[in-house]
Every structure is written in structure tokens, then in C-alpha cells.
T-cell receptor, first 111, second 115 residues
Framework: QKEVEQNSGPLSVPEGAIASLNCTYS??????FFWYRQYSGKSPELIMS????GDKEDGRFTAQLNKASQYVSLLIRDSQPSDSATYLC???????????FGTGTRLKVLA | DAGITQSPRYKITETGRQVTLMCHQT?????MFWYRQDLGHGLRLIYY???????DKGEVPDGYVVSRSKTENFPLTLESATRSQTSVYFC??????????????FGPGTRLTVT
């Protein structure tokens, strides 16, 4: 069974700090990785995708991918209370359009 | 630009009834997906479709039927609802790599309760 693993949290960080969210995946052939934010009672909202090893930055968000270690992370700089949500990591399986989602990490940003 | 919509947003039905959840997207995305989300399990893929008349099973397809006669619609039918199918159902779509990207975009969800 191909899996994506995340720590369920909650991860609590003070306002203005950097939040670091982590994810590991089991399918070594996966090529596409995604981070979604999901507020309680709402649908997942795409934050960013990453396909190559290294960092990808978009505003306050930086995604990091290390295929050798099968590890994906999301850094949120200058965390705001409005960032409090569950963050879902997903990977698209190799040779398929089946996406595997982690169970999510709950982030709490304390004002 | 409506994007991706789902209906109904909330549904209560009885065990054994047939229920159809609708999904409609206006982006002409090739790929469409149905997920269910339950506490402790996260998002699990039920079925997906690569194009009209092309569908394939996901992780948890039992008890569900899908069809895709038009690119923009992807209905999900529970043939005989069971209490274990109480969940939040999300539809998603993606242009696919042929369309330039494989990011998925989600609809607002349908909260289904089977009594």
C-alpha cells in the first residue's frame, strides 16, 4: 500500500514564527507533490506543487523536496493566526493519476 | 468562472436508498476525481476519470458507481447506501500533464449522512 505520512499535530507556533510541516512518502517513483490547506468544514485549497529536488518559494510559503530521502516539507514564514488550519501533503503515484494524501497536520498559530 | 461545484451540499438518506452526488466543472479539465474524507483516514480516492467514458477505481470503490458521459460532469452514485458511507465527499478536477499541470482543484464538498 503506497502511503504518505504526516504527523497529525497539533503543531503550535507563535505568531510571526516559521512553521515547519513535514511529510514522507513510500512510492519512490512519485514525481508530483502537493501541499493543500484545509480549514475546518471547508474543502482542500492548493497552496503549491513541487516536482524537482530543492526549494520552491511562493510568497510566505516554501516547499522543499528531497527525493532521495522521500521527504517533502512546507515552511510558512511569518505565520499568522489565519494560517491555523490542517495542511495536507499529497503525492501522485508513479505512472498513474491516483493521488495519495496524508492525513494532515493541524497547525495552530498563537496570537 | 464557477470552477467546480457539487450538489447537494448536504444530504441525509436512509440505509438502502440510492443516492447520487453531482459534480460539475467549467474548466474543461480532463481528469476528475471523487474522494471521501473521514476522521483518521484523511482523503481516500473512490474513483477517478481520465476523460469522458474512461473511469478507474481508486482505493475504496466498493458500493459506489460512477459515470462520465460529458467532460464537465462526474456523478457518484451510492447504489444502496450504508451507514459506513456517512462521510464528506469531495470532487476534484485536474487538467493533467497534457493540459500543462497535474494539480488538483477541489469542489466545496457534500456532507452525506446515512441513517
Amino acid at each position: 500500500q503506497k502511503e504518505v505520512e504526516q504527523n497529525s499535530g497539533p503543531l503550535s507556533v507563535p505568531e510571526g514564527a516559521i512553521a515547519s510541516l513535514n511529510c514522507t512518502y513510500s512510492d519512490r517513483g512519485s514525481q508530483s507533490f502537493f501541499w493543500y490547506r484545509q480549514y475546518s468544514g471547508k474543502s482542500p485549497e492548493l497552496i503549491m506543487s513541487i516536482y524537482s529536488n530543492g526549494d520552491k518559494e511562493d510568497g510566505r510559503f516554501t516547499a522543499q523536496l528531497n527525493k532521495a530521502s522521500q521527504y517533502v516539507s512546507l515552511l510558512i514564514r511569518d505565520s499568522q493566526p489565519s494560517d491555523s488550519a490542517t495542511y495536507l501533503c499529497a503525492a501522485r503515484g508513479s505512472g498513474t493519476y491516483k493521488y495519495i494524501f496524508g492525513t494532515g497536520t493541524r497547525l495552530k498559530v498563537l496570537a | 468562472d464557477a470552477g467546480i461545484t457539487q450538489s447537494p451540499r448536504y444530504k441525509i438518506t436512509e440505509t438502502g436508498r440510492q443516492v447520487t452526488l453531482m459534480c460539475h466543472q467549467t474548466w474543461s479539465h480532463s481528469y476528475m476525481f471523487w474522494y471521501r474524507q473521514d476522521l483518521g483516514h484523511g482523503l481516500r480516492l473512490i474513483y477517478y476519470s481520465a476523460a469522458a467514458d474512461i473511469t478507474d477505481k481508486g482505493e475504496v470503490p466498493d458500493g459506489y458507481v460512477v459515470s462520465r458521459s460529458k467532460t464537465e460532469n462526474f456523478p457518484l452514485t451510492l447504489e444502496s447506501a450504508t451507514r459506513s458511507q456517512t462521510s464528506v465527499y469531495f470532487c476534484a478536477s485536474s487538467p493533467g500533464l497534457a493540459g500543462g499541470e497535474d494539480e488538483q482543484y477541489f469542489g466545496p464538498g457534500t456532507r452525506l449522512t446515512v441513517t
